[in-house]
């Protein structure tokens, strides 16, 4: 079985402020791990991936996300937040070999104030 | 590139009634997925299909819902009869072949059931 835990429902930073959501996971075998923002009646929007390589993975609108094996995490992190990234973020996971399709987290909704 | 296409963006119906949502992928792509997303919740996997064959469908309730996938493009989702727990959000999303490509969501279809 595979798992991911977003354990904050909810961050909220100041505008140029760096953020950090967070995210851990559980998988047998090797992770294939995802980030999607999801925006108000919008369907989810893919962000970055980590596949294998490079732990650092960056993405789009600045994002980048880094992969800890020994902790099982996949934190996504910009540096400087705007007020526009306030959304929804959605950590997701699947296990190779495994099911195609993703598990995903609960999510955490980033909240950037002005 | 147009995007994940859903039809209807919103539904509401009586409880035992029917429902049908469409979905019709990006261009190309092999793999469609449905997901089901209830409120505060990250989405869950319905079905899955590659091309025409429906590949992993183990979380489908088959004793309500159905899916179809003709010609191995559009895909239709149906609940016959509805019941109050299935209000939610219907994802729709489309990969290419490959095991580690992302996946393009669509924007989904809310479903109110009353």
């Known amino acids: 079985a595979q798992s991911v835990a977003q354990p904050e429902d909810q961050v909220k930073v100041a505008e140029g402020n760096p953020l950090t959501v967070k995210c851990t996971y559980s998988?047998?075998?090797?992770?294939?791990l995802f980030w999607y923002v999801q925006y108000p009646n919008r369907g989810l929007q893919f962000l970055l991936k980590?596949?294998?390589?490079?732990?650092l993975v960056k993405g789009s609108y600045g994002f980048e996300a880094e992969f800890n094996k020994s902790q099982t995490s996949f934190h996504l992190k910009k540096p400087s937040a705007l007020v526009s990234d306030s959304a929804l973020y959605f950590c997701?996971?699947?296990?190779?070999?495994?099911?195609?399709?993703?598990?995903f987290g609960s999510g955490t909704r980033l909240q950037v104030q002005p | 590139e147009a995007g994940v296409v859903q039809s209807p963006r919103y539904k509401i119906i009586e409880k035992k009634q029917p429902v049908a949502f469409w979905c019709n992928p990006i261009?190309?792509?092999?793999?469609l997925y449905w997901y089901l997303q209830n409120l505060g919740q990250g989405p869950e996997l319905l079905i899955r299909?590659?091309?025409?064959?429906?590949?992993?469908d183990s979380q489908l309730p088959k004793d309500r819902f159905s899916a179809e996938r003709l010609k191995g493009v559009d895909s239709t989702l149906k609940i016959q009869p509805a019941e109050l727990g299935d209000s939610a959000v219907y994802l729709c999303?489309?990969?290419?072949?490959?095991?580690?490509?992302?996946?393009?969501f669509g924007p989904g279809t809310r479903l109110t059931v009353l």
């Open positions: 999303a489309s990969s290419p072949s490959g095991s580690y490509n992302e996946q393009f």
């Open positions: 998988v047998s075998g090797n992770p294939y």
């Open positions: 980590y596949i294998t390589g490079d732990n």
């Open positions: 997701a996971v699947r296990a190779v070999p495994g099911r195609r399709a993703l598990t």
């Open positions: 261009s190309g792509h092999n793999t």
């Open positions: 299909y590659e091309n025409e064959e429906a590949v992993d």
